[in-house]
């Protein structure tokens, strides 16, 4: 499989279950499920939120439509974005899909005048921190016990920033037309 034989496309509801089956397994493992199907769902038909999946075209997936090898949500508030969930099937790990993916997101971000895109990984995570670091995070803080797993056990978060522009009003640079422009 190369990856040419995936699209990023919008998450559909349709998607949210394999979503939420994604995150148990390869982000919430040990945690705690919070990222269940109807969560998912909430988020896809949320305005201020956008959830895209990574999917193999049918053909090479060898179904009626393809099957999802990664996924991704995004907050968006004024100015800043949070990254809340990304992830990739292990068996298709290191081929582009993240970095895809995550530049879907940031170009979305940045059409829509977010300044800054924030995100917390777990801190045992060092594959997605060099990941996050590939793709021109930077750490900001490390916060102990951010996560509550299982028996109560805590687990640290480190926070990660991507700035996309200075922050402040984004420049207004369209102007209307002076009538000597005119011809
Ligand atoms: C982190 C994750 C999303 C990366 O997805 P991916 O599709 O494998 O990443 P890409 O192939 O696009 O990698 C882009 C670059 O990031 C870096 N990178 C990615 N994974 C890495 C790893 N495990 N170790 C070191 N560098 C890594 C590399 O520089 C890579 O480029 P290269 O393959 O040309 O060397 C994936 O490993 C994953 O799903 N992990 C489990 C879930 C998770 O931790 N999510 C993040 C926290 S929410």
Known sequence: MTPRAIAIRLAE?????????????FIEAGLGWKYDAPRVLRAIRDRETLVVVACE???????SRGAIAG??????GDERAHLVL?????????????????????ESARTA????????????NEGARRFY???G??????VPGYYRGAEGRKEGALR??????????????????RTEDKT
């Open 133 to 135: 670091r590939a793709m």
């Open 86 to 106: 990304l992830a990739v099937r292990p068996s298709h790990r290191r081929l582009g899909i993240g970095r895809r993916l995550l530049e879907w997101l940031l």
């Open 113 to 124: 005048g977010i300044a800054s895109v924030h995100l917390e990984l777990r801190a045992v």
């Open 13 to 25: 509801p349709r998607d949210a279950q394999a979503i939420g089956l994604m995150s148990r397994d």
């Open 57 to 63: 075209s049918a053909k090479s997936a060898g179904d």
């Open 71 to 76: 996924f991704a949500v995004i907050e968006f």
């Open 137 to 142: 995070f930077f750490e900001t803080v490390l």
């Open 160 to 177: 990660m920033l991507r700035v996309l522009r200075a922050p402040g009003p984004v420049p207004y640079t369209w102007h209307p037309p």
